[in-house]
C-alpha cells in the first residue's frame, strides 16, 4: 500500500533553516504531483509548494517564495523541502501528499491529493 513518511521537523528559532523528507513506498515513484501542505492549529492546510516527480516541474507558494524550495531525490523515493530564513508564521505541522489519479485542480488544492503521510511538526520562535 501506499506509504509517506515525513521527518525533519523540529523547533528552531526565527532566520533558521530545516530541511523536511517525504519517503514515498508502494508506488512507482516517477510520473505523479506531490505536495507539501502545512496548518497552523485554527487555520485551513495550504499548499506550500508541489513537484512532478521525475518531471522537475515545481511551484512554490507566493509565501515562502525565496525563503523556501521543493527538490527530489529519484533513487531514495524521497522529496524533500528546504526551509531558510524560518519565521514564527511559518510554525505549523507539514504534511506531504501525492495525487495518484491524475486529479485537475490546482496544485495547491488539497482535494487533488488522494494520499497524505502523517505529519511533521515544525515550530519557529
Known amino acids: 500500500h501506499v506509504q509517506l513518511v515525513e521527518s525533519g521537523g523540529g523547533s528552531v528559532q526565527a532566520g533558521g533553516s530545516l530541511r523536511l523528507s517525504c519517503a514515498a513506498s508502494?508506488?512507482?515513484?516517477?510520473?505523479?504531483?506531490m505536495g507539501w501542505f502545512r496548518q497552523a492549529p485554527g487555520k485551513v492546510r495550504e499548499g506550500v509548494a508541489a513537484?512532478?516527480?521525475?518531471?522537475?516541474?515545481?511551484y512554490v507558494a507566493d509565501s515562502v517564495k525565496g525563503r523556501f524550495r521543493i527538490s527530489e531525490d529519484n533513487v531514495k523515493q524521497t522529496v524533500y523541502l528546504h526551509m531558510d530564513s524560518l519565521k514564527p508564521e511559518d510554525t505549523g505541522m507539514y504534511y506531504c501528499a501525492v495525487d495518484l489519479l491524475w486529479n485537475s485542480g490546482m496544485w495547491y488544492d488539497t482535494r487533488r491529493y488522494n494520499h497524505w503521510g502523517q505529519g511533521t511538526q515544525v515550530t519557529v520562535s
Open positions: 513537484i512532478y516527480t521525475g518531471g522537475g516541474r515545481t
Open positions: 508502494g508506488v512507482t515513484y516517477s510520473g505523479y504531483w
